[in-house]
């Protein structure tokens, strides 16, 4: 459903992204993983439109993203980003229906599906009213998803959606958006710099250095198989420090 | 909006009022920003009301060029002059040694002269009498003795032909401390001390009030200065008896009477009006009725005027402006090129943007809405493009992931964002042309500007504070009316703290 052939790019001499394959077959969970400035959300960004590759093709569904067909083709994908994204001037319940109002939909059909998704992200009711700066962190990140997920797009792209939360909440959220994901069934694409968020999503982890995609694979591939040291040492990085508080306590 | 809207359509039924008797003949009177041709210009409403016509007084209109230009292009029909200003500066460039040369030239142009009036009302240094005693000055060429003094001249005196630059250049003056300002102003200042020696017309009201000495041109630098009027030559079929009284005026005004005229104004504060109706009742035994508007009358015609201005000049400028400023923050070369045109319109002088869109507009309100409209694109269109720029990536990229076109964007999500800076903008816009649009009395634009400049002409503060003082109310207002604005226009998402 979403093909990635030698897609790159560059800005002026830095390369962000060396010419890269990826594909997602339909209904799967890929998780792009890496340190910052690896290159996992210029990918996503490709992947949606918002940035031309310099070389390569992305295929959505059989379709090139390019020209007029992006506008259209953007309407079948949904994209949160770790602040939400949410437009200030705008309730909860108008950001998360301003695509399917643009687009002509009827008041019955509309509340209809904002009432499923109040249910599907557990959205407490009253918060539908209030303006992205009256909404806590957790639940701004629940209204970006809702708006997301308005048109039934077929693939979710989530930019590091609970990077800004704290512990708890993420936690929470993180519970819920795998029951979503099970639920619903969609092709997701995930970017985070956490490697048991990512084991946790994912059917497939892509680990990303420095443009390019380093090993492919479900998280015991990459603790038992390593392509190389960055692989074993950027996954130690993250496991370490609680391990070894929890070795000085016992 | 709707106070403009409720301005407009009071200025369109008044226009309609006035045009109800159209078998009448339409004179249109101008004169100059001081008493003197003010006066003059009233005897000519008088005599042409006399005639049966329909009269109009753009009165203190800012310059030479203003009236001779608005009178070439035929919005004015007649306007008093001098000779020397004539020969000197309106046809600059040509040799005209006597009035039979000037009417020679002046019929170039359609332009006929009646008069001289019996004046000479000619340019004159002078200075208070204590001081050039002390230092010992009768003449012009004394002051070549006296290197330090400062002098106080009125604009048009400091750029004219016969004017300081070249009187300076005759006498061989080397006074380097030489100031121009508006020449009611001359007079406090000669009599605080900061001037010294100042330029004079030999029938101010003032010379005998100030107690002032006019130095001896002893080298006869000054032209003469003939009082005269102008008009055009298509007035002799439509008014002829007009154009008879015209000519019956030359030689009945002597000096002394117009400087006896000249004191009733300024000294005696009767009204211009009347002093040029007992002139006329003198003079010709005519009667003539004087109308009288009351402080109130005029207060109430001056802020129809001045918000109308104002209004419409905002208005259109916003209609520009909004999209040229969405354009500046889409395309990188596009802004650079309007902000910086926008820039360079702020700079020009009002003044001298004024008279260039005379020849275009002609006077009145016309170029003076231009004007306030072009010099209110810089503010609205400087904050549409901050308010579009300043809006954070994230957000742009939400929108443009969602799916949605450019224009729905920019419709839906980012003016609604830019609201606040845009309505500052405007805002911005509107205090500076309540200030601006006073000057548009140079013009007979009217508005605030007509009582301020009357009460510099004056020297009287009631007038000027009777201008300025609703000037600065209007400012206040329209501050308050736009921050109540803002809070029915503005997104009420944007005016809250986070809570987090």
């Known amino acids: ?250 | 909006m709707k106070t403009a809207a409720f301005c407009v359509l009071t200025l369109a039924a008044a226009g309609i009022a006035s045009a109800q008797t159209p078998e009448a003949v339409q004179i249109r009177v101008g004169s100059k920003l001081f008493t003197e041709s003010v006066i003059l210009g009233e005897i000519v409403v008088h005599l042409a009301r006399q005639q049966g016509a329909v009269v109009e007084h753009r009165d203190q209109l800012g310059g030479t060029q203003v009236l001779w230009k608005a009178l070439i292009s035929g919005e004015l029909d007649v306007y008093p002059d001098y000779t020397g200003t004539i020969a000197e500066e309106t046809l600059a460039g040509l040799d005209l040694p006597d009035d039979d040369a000037i009417r020679e030239a002046l019929a170039e142009y359609s332009v006929l002269m009646a008069g001289p009036l019996g004046f000479n009302n000619t340019y004159a240094i002078g200075m208070q009498k204590d001081v050039a005693a002390e230092l010992g000055i009768t003449k012009i060429s004394d002051l070549r003795k006296h290197p330090d003094l400062a002098f106080g001249f009125g604009t048009e005196f400091m750029e004219r032909e016969d004017g300081w630059p070249n009187l300076s250049a005759a006498y061989k003056l080397t006074q380097a401390n030489v100031r121009g300002m508006e020449h009611e102003l001359t007079y406090r200042g000669l009599d605080s001390g900061a001037i010294q020696a100042m330029d004079l017309y030999s029938t101010d009201a003032e010379i005998g009030y100030y107690d002032l000495l006019v130095l001896d041109d002893d080298l006869t630098f000054f032209p003469k200065y003939n009082a005269v009027y102008l008009y055009r030559a298509d007035l002799a079929e439509r008014a002829p008896g007009l154009v008879q009284d015209l000519h019956r005026l030359e030689g009945r005004i002597p000096e002394s009477t117009m400087i006896a005229m000249n004191g009733q104004s300024k000294l005696e504060q009767v009204p211009d009006t009347v002093v040029a109706a007992r002139f006329v009742q003198e003079t010709f035994g005519i009667e003539t009725s004087v109308k009288t508007e009351t402080r109130f009358d005029r207060l109430l015609k001056h802020t129809r005027e001045h918000l109308f201005l104002v209004s419409l000049s905002v208005i259109a400028a916003v209609c520009l402006a909004v999209p040229l400023g969405v354009l500046a923050a889409k395309s990188r070369l596009a802004g650079q090129a309007i902000l910086s045109t926008v820039g360079i319109l702020q700079t020009i002088p009002s003044l001298a943007l004024f008279v260039v869109l005379i020849p275009l507009l002609g006077i009145g309100p016309a170029p003076a809405i231009c004007a306030l409209f072009l010099y209110s694109l810089l503010p609205i269109v400087r904050n549409t493009y901050t308010g579009l720029h300043d809006i954070p990536p994230q957000i742009h990229e939400s929108a443009e992931a969602l799916g949605l076109p450019a224009a729905a964007r920019v419709r839906l999500i980012e003016l609604p964002l830019a609201s606040r800076s845009i309505l500052a903008g405007i805002k911005t816009a509107v205090v500076i042309n309540v200030g601006t649009a006073t000057l548009g009395g140079f013009i007979g634009a009217g508005g605030y500007g007509q009582p301020i400049f009357k009460g510099i002409r004056l020297d009287r503060t009631d007038f000027l504070l009777e201008g300025a003082i609703p000037a600065a109310v209007m400012a206040l207002l329209a501050q308050g009316v736009f921050e109540l604005a803002e809070r029915r226009l503005v997104p009420r998402g944007l005016r809250l703290k986070p809570s987090a």
């Open chain 1, 1 to 250: 459903m979403l093909r990635l052939s030698g897609v790159s790019k560059s800005y002026g001499k830095q390369t962000v992204l060396h010419p890269t394959d990826l594909s997602a077959d339909a209904g799967t969970t890929r998780v792009l993983i890496g340190p910052s400035g690896c290159g996992k959300s210029t990918l996503l960004r490709l992947i949606i439109g918002l940035i031309v590759p310099d070389t390569g093709t992305v295929l959505f569904e059989d379709q090139q993203m390019t020209g007029d067909k992006v506008v259209e083709l953007r309407r079948r994908m949904g994209y949160v980003i770790q602040d939400g994204g949410l437009f200030p001037h705008l309730t909860a319940e108008r950001n998360a229906t301003l695509m399917a109002r643009y687009l002509g939909w009827d008041e019955n059909r509309v509340s209809k599906r904002l009432s499923e998704l109040t249910d599907l992200t557990h959205l407490p009711a009253d918060s539908l009213s209030r303006y992205p700066a009256q909404l806590s962190g957790g639940q701004q990140q629940r209204v970006s998803l809702m708006r997301a997920l308005m048109l039934d797009p077929e693939l979710l792209l989530l930019d590091e959606p609970l990077g800004a939360l704290d512990p708890m909440i993420r936690a929470e959220l993180q519970s819920d958006l795998r029951e979503i994901f099970q639920s619903l069934g969609k092709t997701v694409v995930m970017v985070t710099h956490d490697i048991g968020e990512a084991a946790y999503f994912a059917d497939n982890i892509d680990l990303m250095r420095g443009g390019r995609i380093v090993q492919s694979g479900t998280l015991a591939e990459l603790v038992h198989q390593p392509a190389d040291d960055f692989v074993t040492s950027f996954i130690n990085a993250q496991r370490s420090p609680l391990e070894s508080a929890l070795g000085d306590v016992s």
